[in-house]
């Protein structure tokens, strides 16, 4: 395969997995008044625990101006809380609420229960191939982002 058709092929891939993904995840997690982008949100939170905005904008790739207005809408849902450090008043942090938690937890139930069984039918070397790949495609990723970089002159 040359670089071209490798282009074409990873294109098509990026496409359809997204697709796959966002169709049934989407439904359910829309289902329950929130954002596949909230949701990452949320699971970033619940993944790290508290963190500032400028935190949580950077692990979501986002301006902060975005992060911030997404975790108002969060708030005003009671999702997560938006609370002032104690130790410097210009920072905010975000953290889940016990709501914010039950509904991930409700959502995480709704997934297992509608994926597990198809996943069961693929083995842990399965897994492990699908895995290793994803891996190596990042590296392929994170040096066209490099290069990319380099290219235009940013860091």
């Not at 953290?95 to 995480?108: F, K, V």
Request: hydrophobic residues 40%; negative net charge; contains cysteine.
């Amino acid at each position: 395969m040359d670089i071209h058709e490798f282009q074409n092929h990873l294109w098509q891939l990026f496409r359809s997995i997204s697709q796959g993904m966002e169709g049934p995840l989407g439904a359910i997690i829309q289902s329950h008044g929130i954002t596949l982008t909230q949701m990452r949100l949320l699971t970033e939170v619940q993944q790290r625990g508290e963190l500032t905005v400028t935190e949580l904008s950077d692990a979501l790739g986002s301006a902060p101006g975005n992060a911030s207005a997404m975790c108002k809408a969060l708030e005003k849902k009671g999702l997560i809380s938006r609370d002032r450090s104690p130790l410097d008043e210009r920072i905010v942090l975000i953290a889940l609420t016990p709501q914010g938690t039950g509904l991930l937890r409700l959502i995480e139930n709704e997934l297992s229960s509608m994926f597990d069984p198809v996943l069961q039918g693929f083995s842990p070397a399965d897994f492990e191939q699908i895995i290793d790949g994803m891996e190596k495609l990042k590296t392929v990723v994170t040096s066209l982002y490099h290069a990319f970089e380099n290219t235009h002159g940013r860091r």
